[in-house]
């Protein structure tokens, strides 16, 4: 009880940032300071009141007869926070198309507020809102609402595939919430470092944006569950091939890991050393995505895998074991 209570209160600490991450999408920033992108960037962004290369186009099809309408639409548009200026309407046509030139870059959380303000106000009808922050605003509220149905795809998909290895209702529902807490635990420790700043001594410097790429922190978050189901599988089928033998339940779990420790370990230990390499990088995506898989392989292998599983196990006792026995039949037998 102790251990199960230490390790989860660690891993807590490690996530409680999370409350403070943001998504956005990479621009300069994430470039080494003295890159000539992000040099370029940054006296824009400290000089310049708007971001003309990257316009919101606002595109109105069979426009022309109703330009009264479409300068209405735009005179309010113009006192939305973040329109720098509105560009003079060009004529393809019948359709209109007119720029907006904003004060804020294209790929971040202020260009999401600045779209849906946009979007908001009333509009004639069949007018269209585009440009790149209107496709960064586009791809992350679709990510977010497909995200859900992906992760609950997974979940689901890996709660039949352990219930069918180990025969156990239990260990299925355990090995995903732990994946879980492992994962929130290494997006806390992201957010801690990459959103609040700290520990740059260790990762390098970097450019602090306030938000995390959307992309990167996926891939993070795919690779690290992959991973952490992989050891645990490593770890419940020596577990379970002595309880199959006889042993009891503390026997079990006391020489399932005494006998997948150190490849558990040493495949934690490559995979850290591979991924750590990364941090080297001078691309602040690159840097976080080395950090955050080094660092849940690592947490994986120690805080969740060596203690946490084996000490809720030893709590659990022969209840580790217990399936309806009507559903006992779709387990493999060895």
Request: glycine content about 8%; proline content about 4%.
């Amino acid at each position: 009880m102790i251990v199960s209570l230490g390790s989860l209160a660690l891993l807590a600490i490690l996530a409680a940032p999370v409350t403070n991450i943001a998504f956005a999408q990479i621009d300069s920033r994430v470039l080494p300071e003295s890159h000539p992108a992000a040099i370029a960037g940054k006296v824009i962004t400290d000089r310049f009141t708007s971001f003309e290369g990257s316009p919101i186009e606002v595109v109105f099809p069979n426009g022309v007869g109703k330009e009264a309408l479409l300068q209405t639409y735009l005179n309010k548009v113009t006192g939305v926070e973040g329109v720098s200026r509105i560009e003079n309407p060009e004529v393809y046509g019948s359709d209109i198309r007119v720029q907006i030139i904003p004060s804020i870059s294209s790929r971040t959380t202020d260009a999401e507020v600045l779209i849906r303000a946009i979007r908001a106000i009333d509009k004639p009808e069949g007018i269209l809102i585009g440009g790149t922050a209107a496709d960064f605003t586009d791809s992350q509220d679709g990510i977010a609402r497909t995200l859900p149905w992906a992760l609950g795809w997974v979940a689901l998909s890996v709660l039949i595939l352990i219930f069918v290895f180990t025969g156990s209702i239990i260990l299925p529902i355990k090995a995903v919430i732990l994946n879980a807490i492992s994962l929130l635990s290494t997006l806390g420790a992201i957010t801690w470092i990459f959103i609040d700043g700290h520990m740059k001594w260790l990762v390098g410097d970097f450019t602090v944006t306030g938000t995390v790429d959307t992309g990167s922190c996926i891939l993070v978050a795919v690779v690290v569950f992959g991973l952490s189901m992989d050891y645990e599988i490593f770890l419940l089928s020596r577990i379970r091939e002595e309880h199959l033998a006889g042993k009891s339940n503390i026997e079990s779990v006391a020489t399932g890991l005494q006998r997948s420790a150190r490849i558990i370990t040493a495949a934690a230990l490559l995979l850290a050393v591979v991924f750590g390499a990364f941090i080297t990088s001078g691309v602040t995506s690159i840097k976080m995505l080395g950090f955050g898989v080094a660092l849940a392989v690592l947490i994986d292998a120690t805080i969740v895998r060596a203690l946490l599983v084996p000490a809720l196990m030893r709590l659990f006792g022969e209840r580790n074991w217990w399936a309806p026995k009507s559903m006992r039949r779709f387990t493999l037998k060895h």
